[in-house]
């Protein structure tokens, strides 16, 4: 993977590295899994559909499963292997984002194991949660301050609700 990621820089350093930080968690987890002799070619769907089921059984977001569904099919078009994932994530099982709170993450962090913190992949995850939800919140409040409105992410006006 790393060899994969390293002659496709596409995108910028931050995405290249979470991309290069899933993957090798994606290729830990097949291994794991009895997968052994794989190479980045040799994606099958039944691998997807492996790591999708995993992925659910640990009971992650549907935001970290469609984040970590975005890297996975990243790999499958560089080897030529699109045809191997579904295009939607419904056909995988994967449910529709849902958006919560500041709190609510807080709160799930605060009732996570010890061994889920010190997991360093988790740590990972939790930091990237936690910019990607400050940002979001950040953005939320100066659409707010400039125009006076909820964003309607925040359950503001939508475009098509405003008048002119």
């Known amino acids: 993977m790393r060899g994969l990621c390293q002659r496709n820089k596409d995108g910028g350093h931050t995405t290249q590295a979470e991309r290069l930080t899933t993957l090798t968690l994606i290729s830990k ?3 794991s899994g009895g997968f052994k002799r794989m190479n980045a070619s040799s994606l099958k769907p ?3 559909n492996y790591l999708v089921a995993q992925w659910q059984a640990q009971d992650l977001s549907i ?3 469609k984040n970590r569904m975005t890297h996975l099919r990243w790999w499958a ?3 030529g292997k699109s045809s191997v994932i579904p295009k939607d994530n419904i056909q995988l099982g994967i449910e529709h984002r ?9 709160k799930q962090v ?3 194991t010890l061994t889920q913190i010190t997991d360093p992949y ?3 995850s939790l930091m990237l949660q936690q910019t990607f939800g400050l940002r979001r919140a950040y953005a939320q409040t100066r659409y707010e301050t400039l125009t006076g409105w909820k964003s ?3 359950g503001g006006l939508t475009s098509k609700e405003l008048t002119p």
């Open 122 to 124: 988790v740590r990972m």
């Open 63 to 65: 935001g970290t499963i």
């Open 98 to 106: 849902q958006y919560v709170t500041q709190e609510n993450k807080a």
């Open 29 to 31: 987890q097949l291994k």
């Open 152 to 154: 309607p992410k925040a």
């Open 46 to 48: 039944k691998h997807v």
């Open 77 to 79: 078009e560089k080897v």
């Open 110 to 112: 605060d009732e996570q």
